[in-house]
């Protein structure tokens, strides 16, 4: 039904109110409705459906079940990084920083990037400090691409890309990794580009997979943005969390991809501060210059105590990066181990914060009725891992598990989940 034909009236609005007044329901249904329709943010009856990890957060929190849906750590990151923060509150650092982001934290972003990849941003023009990494993606989409772009993003996905790229009114194309191996095929990304390619969103490692795209993986990657003159974002927030000595490589390192590539990363993740919301991106002046253009529009700046401190912890020393990530390996051994002798296959995750399992091994089939029921089953809550996918029968079963949480609580909910074994 077109918007202006509505007749239906808000409270207060009655039948000659004129044309003032009845246009309200229409700008009340305006174009949000169909953008966020699309972008799957409505529920069945229109209304503004909440995310599944909100769902299955609030379904941890009714049940008492142990909370492995949403991924976030249930441990405070190092002392000295909440000290700094405390401290900057005191000192009074607590109005407007600049709007790239205080020239402590964008430096010290730029000395991050040379000290572990060998990469050299200016922090005048090639970092911008924006909130969380998902602002970073947002004003990139709404920065490079509209109406009539395609952007190319492995499938599953993380779900603010879907959302994003409907928001910046432009059409996602996919990429399939498939269970359990989840490795880019051969072939694949080239068949997803079109003359309306716009952009690649890439991520490595990966959510919900844990893949960690390898050399060979990173190459095609490369070989085909540089073909079709491709404008690649990578989302990295969790380049510190690899396991088995992995190496993270950001795709802008190789050959021809730093003057296409935005890297995008987060304190969120290396730090155990997802509520913090201080990411970056970085990359070539041009490229930043916009992204910093709409960003200055969005939230203009954010967490202004906060960045001093993320800048002194990126300063850390390297065996500090590595013990998070070895930690995170053991609870992704715990879990793994656990969710093997329950009976389900898993997935061996290369890094990030999450295991997926498949459930039908179990007699599982739908991951999601499987996951709203697992409080009642064995006190756990889980997250299906169909809601990242467009192709939802390709993950029916499939069901994805946070790993960043303290070994005990781990083992309880490895110790649950084998009562599921029938
Ligand atoms: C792949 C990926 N990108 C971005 C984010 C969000 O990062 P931030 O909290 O820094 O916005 C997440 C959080 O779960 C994520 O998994």
């Not at 051969?186 to 068949?191: E, F, S």
């Not at 490595?204 to 079709?228: C, F, I, Q, Y």
């Not at 997802?274 to 990359?283: A, P, Y």
């Amino acid at each position: 039904m077109d918007a202006t034909s509505t007749t239906t009236s808000p409270a207060g609005t009655g039948a000659g109110d004129g044309g003032v007044r009845q246009r309200v329901p229409a700008l009340r249904r305006g174009r949000w409705r169909d953008v966020a329709g699309a972008a799957n943010l409505l529920d069945s009856t229109g209304a503004v459906a909440p995310t599944v990890f909100a769902t299955m957060s609030a379904l941890a929190a009714r049940t008492g079940a142990i909370n492995l849906g949403q991924g976030f750590p249930d441990t405070d990151g190092p002392a000295s990084l909440l000290d700094d923060a405390a401290a900057a509150i005191r000192a009074g650092v607590n109005q407007y920083p600049p709007g790239r982001g205080v020239p402590e934290l964008r430096r010290a972003i730029a000395e991050h990037q040379r000290r572990f990849y060998g990469l050299e941003p200016d922090p005048e023009t090639e970092v911008l400090v924006t909130a969380g990494a998902t602002e970073a993606i947002a004003a990139a989409l709404l920065a490079f691409c509209g109406a009539g772009d395609e952007v190319v993003v492995l499938e599953p996905y993380y779900d603010a890309y879907a959302a994003c790229i409907e928001l910046a009114g432009a059409t996602r194309r996919t990429v399939p990794l498939r269970f359990p191996g989840y490795e880019l095929e051969p072939g694949a990304l080239a068949a997803a580009i079109g003359p309306r390619t716009r952009m690649i969103l890439l991520n490595s490692p990966h959510n919900p997979t844990g893949h960690v795209l390898s050399p060979a993986e990173l190459a095609e990657v490369a070989e085909v943005a540089t073909r079709h003159d491709l404008l690649v974002v990578t989302d990295e927030v969790y380049e510190h969390l690899l396991f088995d000595g992995r190496p993270h490589v950001p795709l802008a390192t190789l050959p021809g991809m730093a003057g296409r590539t935005l890297t995008v990363s987060s304190a969120g993740k290396t730090f155990s501060v997802t509520g913090w919301k201080i990411g970056w991106v970085s990359g070539p002046a041009d490229l930043v210059e916009a992204v910093t253009t709409v960003k200055q529009f969005l939230t203009y700046v954010n967490g202004a105590p906060f960045q001093p401190a993320v800048a002194r912890a990126l300063a850390l020393p390297e065996q500090h990066f590595a013990d998070v990530a070895g930690r995170l390996q053991a609870g992704r051994d715990q879990l793994t181990e656990g969710l093997l002798e329950a009976g389900f296959t898993v997935s061996r995750p290369g890094g990030t914060y999450f295991v997926v399992a498949d459930a039908a091994p179990l007699g599982y089939d739908d991951g999601m009725a499987l996951c709203l029921d697992l409080p009642r089953l064995a006190g756990v809550v889980a997250v299906p891992v169909r809601v990242f996918h467009d192709d939802q029968a390709a993950a029916a079963s499939l069901v994805r598990f946070a790993v960043c949480k303290r070994p005990e609580v781990l083992a309880e909910a490895a110790r649950r989940l084998r009562a599921l074994r029938r």
